[in-house]
């Protein structure tokens, strides 16, 4: 089974730069650092466009719920971080996705 921790963000295109930064530099690095076996894709959503925003997908593909539960623990934390320094100009929502077999 594969768990997949994703987190939606909207940002606004005159704050892209300082996201960007911000992705690279503390959110990516901390999970490469936690968990050196998970891997992630960082995606830029096509189906939902705004004039003013940009809305961008960051998957981490974990294969055993406790990768899950130190994304999340983690997560909630440098999320926090991020919404006070962008406040409202980058919304984020996260969700936990898994494989299914049909």
Do not use: A
Request: hydrophobic content about 35%; glycine content about 2%; overall charge negative.
């Amino acid at each position: 089974m594969i768990y997949i921790f994703n987190t939606t963000f909207t940002v606004e295109k005159g704050s892209l730069k300082e996201w960007e930064v911000w992705i690279q530099k503390n959110y990516i690095p901390t999970f490469k650092e936690l968990l050196p076996d998970v891997t992630h894709q960082l995606l830029e959503m096509m189906s939902h466009t705004e004039e003013d925003s940009i809305n961008y997908s960051c998957q981490w593909q974990c294969s055993n719920p406790e990768e899950l539960e130190v994304i999340n623990k983690y997560s909630s934390i440098l999320l926090n971080n991020l919404g006070e320094q962008m406040g409202e100009r980058c919304l984020h929502f996260s969700s936990i996705l898994k494989t299914h077999t049909i």
